[in-house]
Each structure stands twice: as C-alpha cells, then as structure tokens.
C-alpha cells in the first residue's frame, strides 16, 4: 500500500466520522483540496517516522503545519481567512475533535505494516 492510498483511507474514516456528528464540510478525497490531501499525506508519514506517536502529538504537529501555512484560531473554520477552530492545545479541544487524532493512530497501527 502506497502512503498517499492510506492517507485516502484515514480521510475517508474521517468524513465519515465528521458525517456521524452533522458536520457536512468534508470532500471525498477524489474531491478534497490539494492542500487536505497534503496535509494527511504529513500526518501518515510523521505517524510512518514516529510509530509511538501519540494522538496529542499527532495534533501537535497538524496545528504546527497549520500555523506555518497562516492559519489562525477562530471560532468558525474557514478556509478563505484560514481560520481553525481546533487550533488549540489537544486538551482544550472537544471530545468528538480529540478522537479524529486517535483514530489517525489506530488506522496507522492497524496498517503501517502494510506501507510500501
């Protein structure tokens, strides 16, 4: 398996998840933006570089990204004015929230073996 098909696989998850909690805003893959794609394609490869990682880590490292694109804290996502409001310390996000990265973590364990 090729690191960009589990990438996929994780976003999917992850929509689907985001759909159980009424939040609609999630792209298919085939439909994601680039910078999505590229952004989970980082979040397998640290998970790839790092296979202790933990869930608080993972978001660590996603907000970090995030800011260094020029993302800022808001209340309300929004692409354009690249406002996020998970951009916060892992323990000051909400439950639902907290889980997207624990379930980056068990997918990533259940397939980094299979990883080319």
Same mark, same amino acid.
Request: glycine share 4%; with cysteine.
């Given at each position: 398996?090729k690191? +960009? +098909?589990?990438a *996929?696989?994780?976003h +999917?998850?992850? *929509?689907l998840?985001?759909?159980?909690?009424m939040?609609?805003? %999630?792209?298919?893959w085939? *439909?994601?933006p680039?910078? %999505?794609? &590229?952004?989970?394609i980082a #979040? =397998?490869?640290?998970?790839l &570089?790092d &296979?202790?990682?933990t869930?608080?880590?993972?978001h660590e490292?996603?907000m970090?990204?995030? =800011?260094n694109e #020029?993302?800022?804290? #808001?209340e309300?996502?929004?692409?354009e004015?690249?406002t996020?409001?998970?951009l =916060?310390p892992?323990? %000051?996000?909400?439950e639902?929230?907290?889980?997207?990265?624990?379930? =980056?973590k068990?997918i990533?364990?259940?397939? *980094?073996? %299979?990883?080319e």
């Open positions: 398996m690191i +960009e +098909e589990l *996929r696989i994780i +999917e998850v992850n *929509r998840y985001c759909m159980s909690h939040d609609m805003s %999630q792209l298919p085939s *439909r994601a680039e910078w %999505q794609k &590229e952004s989970m #979040g =397998v490869i640290l998970h &570089e &296979e202790d990682i869930a608080e880590k993972s490292s996603w970090a990204r995030k =800011v #020029g993302w800022v804290y #808001g309300i996502k929004d692409v004015k690249k996020h409001p998970d =916060v892992f323990d %000051q996000l909400p639902e929230e907290r889980f997207k990265d624990t379930i =980056v068990t990533m364990d259940l397939f *980094r073996s %299979q990883v």
